[in-house]
């Protein structure tokens, strides 16, 4: 029964690919969620804490958790936003420079994990994953 469900083999998929995202990000002590959590500020200098957390799918404390561990790390900083009750999200310098060494290590764990697909397969996998979201 296993091998036909969608959700085990999603599962499967799924170790395989952190696994495989662990091996490309050694040493750096960042997961696929804090990368992610990363790539969103960068692409978003000053974002509050809530949007990012709708952003990325998590709950909000679970986002401050995360945030103050980055920030503890000295990736990320906190800064007042104009109405006082939100806080503005910026990578530092040190979390720019990490976020540029891991694009490239990600860029080629990506690869890697896409390499049995074809362009037009990988285009409809993420399509088809794209579908199952919210």
């Known amino acids: ?41 960068d692409a978003n200098p000053g ?11 998590l709950d909000r404390s679970t986002m401050v958790a995360v945030l103050d561990r ?16 939100t806080n503005g999200l910026w990578l530092t310098r040190g979390g720019r420079t990490l976020l540029a ?3 490239r290590r990600v860029a080629e764990h990506e690869a890697r994990i896409a390499a049995r697909l074809s362009p037009a397969e990988r285009a409809q996998l993420v399509r088809l994953l794209g579908r199952l979201g919210p």
């Open 47 to 57: 974002v509050s804490q809530s949007r990012l957390a709708q952003a990325a799918g």
């Open 101 to 103: 060494k891991l694009n």
């Open 70 to 85: 980055l920030e503890e790390r000295r990736l990320v900083e906190r800064r007042a936003g104009p109405d006082r009750r």
């Open 1 to 41: 029964m296993l091998p036909g469900l969608l959700g085990y083999q999603l599962r499967l998929a799924q170790l395989a690919v952190f696994r495989d995202f662990e091996r490309a990000a050694g040493g750096f002590g960042i997961s696929p969620g804090r990368f992610g959590v990363l790539a969103l500020i």
